[in-house]
């Protein structure tokens, strides 16, 4: 249950699976692609490289292919797609994070078996490496092998009438032995190079690479070798790879390019002194450390139990080291949504995480922070205060949501959310107050956390409307969550959280002046801020319209949504997921009360302190049957609901698609990247929903579980205030060890910790 396995070549299905075998740290990612197969989408990424030149918006820039590796036999090129196919067999080991391959060619009676060992290093984030196991399985003879990095990769291979490629070559170079391009990005000028090279020996240790050739296939660097073969005798072929750019180094102008290639080069030098399978080693070592703080084990379902860990084998394939970068809605594994970053991180991922591994908590709230300056510029842009952070982000901060996008007929459509879905203030300010109440880092919210909350409760004060004939303050012409609804006035998820916002601004302003009067004065000063300001805003907060009437549990989404028109989901498809009811008119969806994804049940999990369990239900049982569930975030969330309000059977229907969007394809685009939030989800599926772990307004875990009935028992661990809990539940009990004394509850009962092991009857 630790591998996820391709056992039959399709070449219709090379490009989902090459989502689903990408290898990534952080840093880089390299899409899963075939080197003996040209279908394919070929995929290196650097989290942090964006640019735009010709494209419609910033985007992830995709940079040249380092994974150009080919074999002649008799001249001829194996080929997955044209060459006879004895064997084939892909293997994702999510424990050890290698991508493992097995092949057998034969071409004119000969039988060349070929495997591949391949990991993108979490030890050293700038290195690749692949072992080539090549065996003449029933004749002696000679090869020819080629290496190569291709420089004519480009973004849009999905989006034909939008490719682009965004860098230019500036250097190729013959390593002797080795190849290296370095290429510049059009707008930001990053430099990004990159160096391969092959070493190759037999069983003997000696060499075999012979009569070495290199040469420039147009912009392209290419070494070829030709190995003689002995019938049944392997040779061993070890690719070394190295990815540097001027970020890493604080570079940007052109003359200081020699350094950058000059850094690569040296790390390939030492790379291949250490050693592939060293570096292999100090890899595995780290992800099975990583397992140790992330795995959950999930006895009697073996489907859910490897779902889980490749959801987040890939999230944490995504977690950056690097503050100034954060984890896009596809990852780093494909171009989807451009590289953009969403609320996904922070009200999906971002739990996962917090409660796992804080330190990448951490960063992405710094990449928050770090894109500050970009925010307050759109504020200002838009006519308003404080900080705007943008729906979609990439590396500065400023508003990179495209304009123009396709309806669900594929006619040209504007798109709104850039202008319009102003919740993904909150939602980062969500994250910020959850990650101080788990982590209890005062040091973080005084150096950073406290100045992002004032700037954006600043931006809904400026942005809030005074209707003076009901003398209350209105956020008119937004979009909530569900955005089939544009252009809403009042939107509950967005009211309720700009609220929320504000009045937590507020307590932490006067938090900061008890915690740090240092820095409270500096930040006075620095954001020109005043007490009559600050304080004003919990009288604006209190005034804000929420559509919820007084003795009603059944919470209208926004103004007038209960006045639309009632369309009845009666069909679902082979995934379970709703099909659109039959003579809908899919270009007035606004006029109906479907629902893309949770809206107001999406503001029941995100403030569950503020609702009471009937009313959870009430809004439960109402919009499910309204949601079109067009949206990979949406599953998830309809589970960890269903499991508060009793429905637990729909509860693990709606966990299964979820954990299974991407090894199904559910969602019918895993090509184009992985479904991270929905990861993020499955995690909160897993604790928040059965292991019915929530955290309290006074700040103490709470754990009410619920197992299915397949399900013999779950265990995780959680990282709460510096002490890893490892939880263990079984029907009727429930154990956590502890490494100190502490307070929990147990279905809503204060109990106490004593460090060890805990057990106690539910």
């Known amino acids: 249950m630790w591998t996820v396995v391709r056992d039959k070549y399709a070449a219709e299905k090379n490009l989902a699976y090459e989502t689903l075998f990408t290898l990534a740290n952080g840093y880089m990612s390299l899409r899963g692609r075939e080197e003996f197969s040209k279908v394919t989408m070929k995929g290196t990424y650097v989290a942090g490289v964006f640019d735009k030149h010709l494209a419609q918006v910033t985007e992830l820039v995709n940079l040249p292919d380092p994974l150009v590796f080919k074999i002649y036999l008799d001249n001829e090129e194996i080929s997955l797609d044209y060459s006879e196919l004895l064997k084939y067999e892909r293997k994702l080991d999510m424990k050890n994070g290698t991508l493992n391959s097995v092949y057998e060619f034969k071409i004119n009676g000969k039988i060349l078996r070929v495997e591949s060992q391949r990991f993108v290093s979490r030890a050293n984030i700038h290195r690749f490496g692949i072992k080539y196991t090549i065996t003449p399985v029933n004749f002696s003879g000679k090869i020819i092998v080629e290496n190569c990095i291709d420089t004519a990769t480009y973004n849009g291979h999905l989006d034909p009438l939008n490719k682009i490629q965004h860098y230019f070559v500036t250097k190729i170079f013959d390593l002797k032995p080795g190849v290296l391009a370095s290429v510049k990005t059009y707008d930001k000028g990053h430099i990004v190079s990159i160096a391969t090279s092959l070493t190759g020996k037999n069983r003997f240790g000696e060499n075999v690479l012979m009569y070495r050739k290199y040469r420039n296939i147009g912009q392209n660097p290419q070494e070829s070798y030709t190995i003689f073969l002995s019938e049944g005798e392997p040779v061993i072929l070890e690719k070394y790879g190295v990815i540097y750019t001027s970020r890493d180094i604080g570079l940007k102008s052109e003359d200081k390019e020699d350094e950058v290639v000059a850094k690569t080069s040296c790390e390939l030098d030492s790379f291949i002194v250490l050693g592939l399978e060293k570096e292999l080693e100090a890899h595995t070592r780290h992800m099975n450390d990583i397992w140790q703080r992330m795995d959950i084990v999930i006895d009697g379902d073996e489907t859910a139990q490897t779902g889980i860990r490749f959801n987040l084998f890939h999230l944490y394939a995504c977690a950056p080291d690097d503050p100034r970068v954060s984890i896009g809605a596809r990852g ?431």
């Open 332 to 762: 780093i594994h494909g171009e989807g949504y451009k590289g953009h970053v969403f609320w996904d991180t922070e009200i999906f991922m971002f739990p996962f995480f917090l409660y796992t591994l804080p330190e990448y908590a951490k960063n992405l709230l710094l990449y928050r922070y770090n894109t500050l300056d970009g925010a307050r510029r759109n504020a200002q842009m838009n006519g308003y205060k404080g900080a705007q952070f943008p729906w979609e982000s990439a590396d500065d901060g400023l508003e990179v949501t495209p304009k123009w996008g396709e309806d669900y007929l594929g006619n040209p459509v504007r798109i709104w959310t850039g202008d319009e879905e102003f919740h993904i203030n909150a939602d980062i300010a969500v994250a910020l107050v959850h990650y101080h109440s788990v982590t209890g880092d005062d040091q973080f919210m005084i150096d950073y956390g406290v100045e992002l909350l004032l700037e954006t409760g600043r931006f809904w004060a400026s942005r809030l409307e005074y209707n003076s004939e009901k003398d209350r303050y209105e956020i008119r012409k937004v979009i909530g969550p569900d955005e089939f609804h544009e252009h809403v006035d009042n939107n509950v998820y967005t009211n309720y959280l700009a609220k929320w916002n504000m009045l937590k601004a507020v307590e932490y302003y006067e938090w900061l002046s008890q915690k740090s009067p240092l820095k409270f004065e500096k930040l006075k000063t620095l954001l020109g801020l005043t007490e009559e300001e600050v304080h004003n805003w919990k009288s604006l907060a209190e005034k804000i319209y929420i559509p919820r009437k007084e003795g009603e549990k059944l919470i209208e989404q926004f103004e007038g949504y209960f006045q639309l028109e009632e369309v009845e989901i009666t069909e679902w498809d082979e995934n379970g997921l709703p099909k659109w009811p039959k003579g809908l008119d899919l270009t007035k969806l606004n006029e109906t009360k479907l629902i893309k994804q949770p809206d107001v049940v999406m503001l029941m999990l995100v403030l569950p302190e503020e609702f009471d369990e009937e009313e959870m239900k009430i809004n439960y049982e109402y919009y499910e049957k309204r949601t079109m569930h067009k949206s990979s975030l949406s599953p998830s969330m309809y589970s960890i609901m269903g499991l508060k309000v009793g429905d637990t059977h729909n509860a693990y229907k709606y966990f299964m698609k979820t954990l299974l969007v991407d090894l199904e394809d559910n969602q019918g685009n895993t090509n184009n990247g992985f479904h991270a939030a929905s990861a993020g989800g499955a995690w909160q599926c897993v604790v928040n929903g059965f292991g019915g772990m929530t955290l309290g307004s006074d700040k103490i875990l709470n754990f009410s579980p619920w197992l299915p009935e397949n399900w013999k028992s779950i265990a995780f661990n959680v990282n709460y205030r510096g002490n890893l809990l490892n939880v263990s539940i079984e029907k009727g009990r429930i154990t956590i060890v502890s490494p100190s004394e502490l307070e929990i509850r147990i279905k809503g009962e204060k109990r106490k910790l004593i460090a060890g092991k805990n057990e106690f009857q539910l």
